[in-house]
Nanobody, 127 residues
């Protein structure tokens, strides 16, 4: 089990940028993948982006591809999500999650594949 703590959310105007951080503590094996999900009020949780801890493979949701960038810093045990060109529809609670069994470098995109979750950080984009 790992512990995840997100930070970096806030209020930003449309077109602006934010960088979210997810500090990871605990034992991380080479089979881990780290993902970001978001949930807006009254909507289902949705996948945003994920990265394989070992090989750095990344996957993005179509809605954010080209605007968001996920990365990880192995030395700092931190995962980042750079949010650019933000839109009001990006407003949501963003949560970091860890998947223990991401074998063969495959990065999971379903929430059910993730084992540990952070509390989330709120991103609000004004028009």
């Amino acid at each position: 089990q790992v512990q995840l703590v997100e930070s970096g959310g806030g209020l930003v105007q449309a077109g602006g940028s934010l960088r979210l951080s997810c500090a990871v503590s605990g034992r991380i094996s080479s089979n881990y993948a780290m993902g970001w999900f978001r949930q807006a009020p009254g909507k289902e949780r949705e996948f945003v982006a994920a990265v394989h801890w070992n090989n750095g493979n990344t996957v993005y949701a179509a809605a954010v591809k080209g605007r968001f960038t996920i990365s990880r810093d192995l030395a700092k045990n931190t995962v980042y999500l750079q949010l650019n060109s933000l839109k009001p529809e990006d407003t949501a609670l963003y949560s970091c999650a860890a998947a223990k069994k991401s074998f063969f470098g495959i990065v999971p995109t379903f929430a059910s594949d993730y084992d540990d979750w952070g509390q989330g950080t709120q991103v609000t984009v004004s028009s």
